[in-house]
Nanobody, 111 residues
Framework: QVQLVESGGGLVQAGGSLRLSCAAS????????MAWHRQAPGKERELVAM???????NYADAVKVRFTISRDNAENTVYLRMDSLEPEDTAVYSC?????WGQGTQVTVSS
């Protein structure tokens, strides 16, 4: 059974940073495409960043330069480092692999 457990969300002021974690069990992150999505109130869920088994990464235009996705194979965990946070980044952030989703973690950026 695949489980993805996110953590690291919280309340931060604009310009601040957070690092989200997605701890995986039942799959190996190094062999799977792993992605972070977010959903803001009243908006559709959107892809934020993804990392492939070969280590390639892709980002939404809105977060390029500011966000970095990475993984720790030994910890079987995927991270999302978020810098220069903006109020528009406020959303529930969820980890995904194939059809499996985590429960999400709330990120709130105050102006």
């Amino acid at each position: 059974q695949v489980q993805l457990v996110e953590s690291g969300g919280g309340l931060v002021q604009a310009g601040g940073s957070l690092r989200l974690s997605c701890a995986a069990s039942g799959i190996l992150v190094r062999f799977n495409v792993m992605a972070w999505h977010r959903q803001a109130p009243g908006k559709e869920r959107e892809l934020v960043a993804m990392i492939t088994p070969s280590g390639g990464t892709n980002y939404a235009d809105a977060v390029k330069v500011r966000f970095t996705i990475s993984r720790d194979n030994a910890e079987n965990t995927v991270y999302l480092r978020m810098d220069s946070l903006e109020p528009e980044d406020t959303a529930v952030y969820s980890c995904r692999s194939i059809g499996n989703w985590g429960q999400g973690t709330q990120v709130t950026v105050s102006s």
